[in-house]
């Protein structure tokens, strides 16, 4: 986690653009009011330096402040996170409801009309660039923060489908099928289990992508989470927010994509 | 016909006081979150709109007449060939927390404004030579502050200055003006609450300002904007897009104002930086005046005008935009679309076409890029006309669009672009606000920035003229200095000036006494008495 | 769905022809702006009307096909081997490679890439060509946007790596790099063809997204994504329909790619 905070911090340092100010180009600036700005951004200090600085706050619980907010990191992310929280959570929990559901009813239905349906509703979704979806939301009046449901739902539609499709036709859940097996049992004991730890291992890579859609979904829905702030943070070069919000991101990330892995161990241990 | 004026400002002023409804709440959005609210180091959009809002000026600019007004001073006089101003204030006024404000409260916010640690560039516009800022309270409403050396228009400076208390315990959230911060949820909204404090009162004697409350959403989105402005959730759009304009003029021509063109201009600049890491045959092009004005009559201003801004621009002549009256020198013109005598000029330089290809006495193909900042729409479709423009003269352009910082970097730092496409905003009228474009020693002379000593002699004559300007008091001289400025600008186009953008907003009917401006704060720049009509009013 | 099948080959097999004849077929240059008819309705002369600039619809359509439709599946296919490759070795392997390598993807998940990017448009000369910059766009996508797919292909294969036939294989003398290329990558092509399908389109998307950074495509080229951007001011389209033919061939193109490529997913 550190290393990704550190990584990303190194990313952002040697960028272009870092420790620079649009107020620069403001022509009431007197020459030395240009240059203490320059000299507050840091745009001089070599990366080692400031490396040690950061972790030496970070050792005494300080993430630093926002050069672009002008407040501590730590309450804007406290303010901000359960925004960003409560639209990820609706998201995955629309996304994979539709896209579980309709993947589940493809395959154990095996008609091709409703294969073409809902691959052409995924098509259709996956094509939709992000700003017209939203701005969709705002016509219709919306709850936009639904619009990530609907970048996750493709993902997880087809690459369910496509586990679940290639489950359904292993040996042993034809002759659970030739066996008389109820599409329900077929599914729940010989389906799902065999496709168990692939599915888990998507649902640790849908919270990482629907982290990464928020950012763009919040600036653009002007919804005032930790992915806006990451937007901003991005474009105002404001390297302690980044490092913080990279770190989060990480954490996320981690913890997802482990809890998917242990679960998909243990399903494989106990069959 | 002042008394007329006067008296029909009377009548609406008392109808809208009988129309306004208490508890009324005036809706609008911002592009951004504020990034302070200390009003000494506002310089951004949203700050600066917080700023006008809440904040209590000794002169105000009238937005409308664009002259200079008493606001907490009720008279002022320049002395000592203008390095001294003296202000009467009000007597007997107090702050949105009760904190009774006196001389007291002008010395400490000079001090603070002028303190070199603070970088204020409100602050910087004041500073005119080495030396302390004197303030002297001759009694609780009279205070002269002396400046080291002497400041053309120094009186108008004082639009920008929003008195803070000495004594308040809430610091700058303690304030003069009609609002006071009463709710910041961060990223999401301000909302403003009436200054029970507020000085100004209505012809009638009511107090001001009518309505209640102001809720400030922040919503970068203009679509969404747009959209929430027809379904009545927001009462007016502050400035608005071209394209949005036409389509709400032709749903509803009440609601679309174009109050004329603005102070704002959008130009190209060559980089004459010596030290840019460009091939030396690209920096004698773009070092040479012939060149310049070359592509200048290349490029169709008249169209980018009527198809980028929907004919809501119009041809910029130079770096003054005929929205300021006084300034704006009446003489110069737009250069006119002409690829034929942009050839000849460049044939002088030793330019040939050849195969529909320019290139230069070397043989070197002209080709050069010009970045502008990603995300501005109307600044793409400039670029993308201008590539259209120059290949008639066998010019290949390329269109960089970077992100800001990126973009920043570049052309304060490394110096690496060849031109730049980008807009001035400028929100005030006096030449002095300009001083550091124009100076050549200046960090934000954009096309060569930080020079030791002038490059060219125009450069010199241009330092003349401007400092000339800034230390001498009469108006009618200042003027002849500063037309002259524009002349050699005219001619000798560091900057290549392209469009000056109209004022364009949109206000909703239920919105009373407004009369847009050209002039930043379009709508709201009379909010104290704007009113909502009972009529239409709804819940919210 | 055979016959299904054979209309979406018909349909891209056009679809292509025509973007490779665009010079012969576009009555006007992609950038040749007809400024007397900005914002135009169809006509005999602008099939699909003209945009903000007055430059043919239909030709820009056409040529941005070509870019779009040549770029974005290589792009997919670039990042559709390096997330079999990554993934299906750590996925294979097992033990302390894999939980190193998952790590590793974490991580590549989590950086803001964005700042890759500003590096790598920074690093360019200004004055490259349109052509070039989309290219190198293309191929940046390519080469970041597998970490997704890996973690799911990496979970794939290790439960493959534990099956009835391979263990078979392993039997029968198979192993190292003929196991996991004759008999693991074969079994991971129902998520490789997902993932392919699903970076298609999201790369066209990204690439009009880029030019927010400098890179992707540049002025007068258009793309499908900068074609897309058309579509972002809602208060514009909504009285001009045929601004939706962009989004309808892409559309039609992606869904077209799905019902080619799921020939073996699911049976008739």
Known sequence: ?271 | MKKLSYCLSFVVLVSSAMLAQAGSELRFCLRAEPKTFNPLLAADDASETIRYLTGGVLLRVNRLTQDLEPELATDWKITNGGKTITFELRDGLQFSDGTPFSAEDVAYTVQQLMDPALHSPTGDSFRSGEGKVETRVARKNRITITFPAPIAGLDRLFDQVAVMSAKSSQKEMAVLGPYYVAENKAGSYIVLKRNPYYWRKDPVGHALPYIESVHLDIQQNRDAEMLRLTRGQIDFINSIDAEYFDKLAAQDPAMAHDAGVSLDSEQMWFNQVVSAPLPVYKKMWFTSTNFRRAVSEAINREDMARIVFHGHARPAAGPVSPANKFWFNAKLAPHPFDQKSALQRLTQDGFHLQGGVLRDHEGHAVEFSVITNSGNKYRERMATMMQQDLSGIGIKLNVVTLDFPSLIERITRTFDYEACLLGLVNDDLDPNAQMNVWLSSSDTHQWNPSEKTPATAWEAEVDRLMRAQASNPNPKKRKEYYDRVQEIAWEQEPFIYLVNKNALSAVSASVHNVHPVALRPQVYWNVDELSLSSEFARNR | ?268
């Not at chain 1, 990704?4 to 911090?9: K, N, P, R, T, V």
């Not at chain 1, 403001?26 to 951004?41: F, P, T, Y």
């Not at chain 3, 399908?197 to 997204?209: G, H, K, M, Q, Y």
């Open chain 3, 1 to 268: 769905m055979k016959y299904a099948r054979i209309v979406a080959i018909a349909f891209l097999v056009a679809v292509s022809l025509g973007c490779l004849l665009a010079d012969y077929i576009a009555p006007a240059s992609y950038a040749r702006q007809f400024r007397e008819e900005p914002n135009a309705a169809p006509s005999r002369q602008h099939l699909l009307g003209t945009d903000d600039l007055g430059r043919d619809r239909f030709s820009r359509v056409l040529y941005g096909t070509r870019v779009s439709l040549l770029l974005a599946p290589a792009a997919a296919l670039l990042s559709s081997l390096l997330a079999a490759l990554i993934g299906g070795i750590a996925g294979f392997a097992g033990g302390w490679l894999e939980r190193l390598v998952m790590a590793g993807t974490d991580l590549f998940l989590s950086l803001p890439w964005l700042f890759l990017l500003i590096t790598v448009r920074a690093l360019l000369p200004l004055n490259v060509s349109p052509l070039v910059s989309v290219a190198i766009t293309f191929a940046l996508l390519g080469c970041l946007g597998w970490a997704g797919a890996a973690r799911v292909i990496c979970a794939d294969a290790r439960s493959l790596a534990h099956s009835d036939f391979v263990l078979l294989a392993r039997a029968s003398g198979s192993d190292g790099f003929r196991l996991l290329w004759r008999h693991l990558l074969p079994n991971l092509k129902p998520v490789l063809y997902a993932q392919f399908w699903i970076s298609v389109p999201v790369f066209i998307l990204t690439e009009a997204n880029l030019g927010i950074l400098g890179l992707g495509v540049a002025e007068p080229l258009p793309s499908w994504g900068s074609l897309l951007r058309e579509m972002e001011s809602f208060s514009t389209v909504s009285g001009q329909p045929w601004q939706f033919v962009p989004l309808i061939l892409f559309i039609v193109v992606v869904s077209s790619f799905h019902v080619v490529l799921s020939k073996e997913e699911l049976p008739a």
């Open chain 1, 1 to 271: 986690m550190l290393l990704g905070g550190l990584l990303g911090a190194t990313l952002v340092r040697l960028a272009p653009g870092f420790g620079v100010d649009e107020e620069e180009l403001d022509s009431r600036l007197s020459k030395q009011s240009i240059q203490a700005m320059r000299a507050s951004h840091g745009y001089d200090d070599r990366l080692g330096v400031f490396y040690l600085d950061y972790l030496n706050r970070l050792a005494h619980g300080d993430l630093g402040t926002s050069r672009t907010l002008d407040r501590p990191v730590a309450q804007l992310v406290a303010e901000r996170f359960p925004e960003t929280l409560e639209s990820v959570g609706l998201g995955l929990a629309l996304g994979w409801t539709l896209g579980f559901a309709l993947a589940i009813a493809v395959v154990m239905s095996r008609a091709w009309y409703l294969d073409l349906f809902s691959s052409l509703l995924a098509g259709i979704l996956l094509c939709l660039p992000a700003a017209v979806m939203a701005l969709l939301f705002v016509v219709v009046q919306a709850p936009v923060r639904l619009l990530l449901g609907l970048v996750v739902f493709p993902k997880v539609f087809r690459y369910s489908r496509n586990l679940l499709a290639r489950s359904a036709d292993l040996p042993h859940v034809l002759t659970a099928r030739a066996k008389g097996l109820g599409n329900l049992r077929v599914l729940l004991w010989h389906i799902l289990p065999t496709a168990g730890p692939q599915l888990l291992a998507l649902a640790g890579v849908s919270v990482s992508v629907a982290f990464t859609a928020a950012i763009p979904m919040e600036a653009l829905c002007d919804i005032p989470g930790i992915g806006q702030l990451a937007w901003k943070a991005a474009l105002g070069r404001d390297v302690a927010l980044l490092i913080n919000l990279t770190m989060i991101v990480t954490l996320v990330t981690m913890v997802a994509n482990s809890f998917s892995d242990f679960l998909g161990k243990s399903s494989r241990t106990a069959a």
